[in-house]
């Protein structure tokens, strides 16, 4: 595989993708390495994983130059992120102690019973190229507080912070408990029947419903993108439009939860084009955000907007040469235009106008991702029952792209099934087991 800076499109670096007899071994190592992890005390398994934290902020720069090199992304940005995947482990390492203690009682007579919440045994889990250390630390974090061993593979394009996260944990945790597996899209589909336990994937409907074809018996836990829709209504906050410009292209535009369909009120639509388009152009492609990651990704947002019809495209300046974008607003475009109904992943928003509410909640809730939204209001009464309405999986009020550790993010309808974040990722690594004892 030969890697590029999607920045400038030199070549960085050369790896071999991993093949069957790799993607064997890998397996094979975490499966040998489980016991012994697995039977390790969670203030033990804590104790780790505070280690691995330690090294990744020990080592800050070198996870900054591998994410910088991979994906383009702003320093500022790629330092977060890393602050971030620190603070997942030291999170998880916390909560498996804190854990509700096993159900328990007597529900037959004569015997007693409870609960024991176990590890799966051991995860593969496959992350995207948009966060390639964040979401290695989403899927990652929980697994192995939870007890399990994992085989994570990177996306072909950002493999180098894995690759320097499997070094640290073998130094922090024990050989084996996290393997990195370089490779590309056949490595991931040889690793999904070999054998693991569950399969974590994060990344498009189109991959992920391969996987599920492929899993067989395995358990699939996923993440598959979204569309967020937007409801601004005309009372909406002051910094509304800029607030939305930055969530739209922070990483390019490239998250899953990121700002994508802005819906109005007829009677606001045009002062809304307008502010939007204000608002997006001081975004500079170069200067506020990085390129696209990758010639595909590129090509298929460029796909899509020469596909859409919109009659009102107001472009942002910015760098457009090599893998850049600038930042688009697009107007006056039909319900079913491909800029409204795929995920564009990309530093665009969209404008539709709405007769009332019930049109605005139709129009949020026409596409089959289901992810994220937001809702804009200064009347709390109103947008709190807007979020009831709203079936996506994480809804913001008056902010877009806000999260933490401690609460779940986790998608509806073709935004897969499956919890990331929160104390309630625990569970996606874990199984249940009922014991249940006579006594007399």
């Known amino acids: 595989m030969k890697l590029t800076d999607p920045r400038t499109g030199a070549h960085r670096r050369t790896l071999e993708a991993s093949r069957e007899p790799e993607v064997a071994a890998a397996v094979a190592t975490a499966r040998a390495a489980r016991p012994a992890w697995s039977a390790l005390t969670p203030r033990e398994r804590h104790r780790r994983l505070t280690a691995l934290a330690d090294l990744i902020e020990r080592h800050a720069d070198d996870y900054l130059a591998a994410e910088c090199a991979g994906t383009g992304k702003p320093v500022t940005e790629a330092a977060n992120e890393i602050a971030e995947v620190a603070d997942l482990f030291r999170f998880y390492g916390g909560a498996v102690r804190a854990g509700t203690s096993p159900a328990a009682g007597d529900y037959l007579a004569g015997h007693q019973s409870w609960v024991r919440w176990e590890p799966v045994g051991v995860v593969a889990a496959i992350v995207p190229w948009n966060y390639p250390l964040l979401m290695a630390g989403w899927r990652c974090a929980p697994a192995l507080a939870a007890g399990n061993t994992v085989v994570l593979k990177p996306a072909e394009t950002t493999p180098d912070s894995a690759l320097l ?239 933490s550790a401690e609460l779940p993010h986790s998608g509806r309808r073709g935004s897969g099934a499956g919890t990331d974040l929160s104390t309630l990722a625990l569970r996606e690594y874990q199984r249940p087991k009922t014991v249940t004892a006579r006594l007399v």
């Open 165 to 403: 996260l499997a070094e640290h944990a073998e130094q922090a945790l024990a050989p084996g408990v996290l393997t990195a597996l370089p490779g590309d899209r056949e490595t991931g589909r040889l690793l999904v029947p070999a054998g693991c336990d569950l399969i974590a994937f994060t990344g498009s409907p189109t991959a992920g419903a391969d996987i599920t074809a492929h899993a067989g018996l395995t358990p699939v836990s996923l993440e598959l993108g979204g569309n967020s829709p937007v409801l601004v209504l005309p009372d909406a906050p002051a910094d509304t439009w800029q607030q939305l410009a930055a969530a739209s292209t922070y990483n390019a535009g490239q998250s899953c939860a990121a700002p994508a369909r802005v819906i109005v009120l007829d009677e606001t639509y045009e002062h809304a084009v307008t502010a939007l388009a204000a608002a997006m152009a001081e975004r500079h492609a170069g200067r506020d955000f990085g390129p696209l990651n990758n010639p595909g990704q590129a090509a298929r947002y460029d796909r899509i907007v020469a596909r859409s019809a919109a009659r009102t495209a107001l472009t942002a300046p910015g760098r457009t040469d090599g893998l850049w974008r600038p930042a688009i607003v697009l107007a006056d475009l039909p319900a079913d235009d491909p800029a409204v109904v795929e995920e564009v992943f990309g530093p665009l928003l969209t404008v539709q106008r709405a007769a009332g509410l019930d049109e605005a909640v139709a129009l949020a809730e026409s596409v089959p991702q289901a992810l994220a939204a937001s809702v804009w209001t200064t009347d709390l009464t109103t947008g709190l029952a807007l979020t009831d309405r709203l079936s996506a999986g994480e809804v913001w009020l008056n902010c877009h792209l806000a999260q």
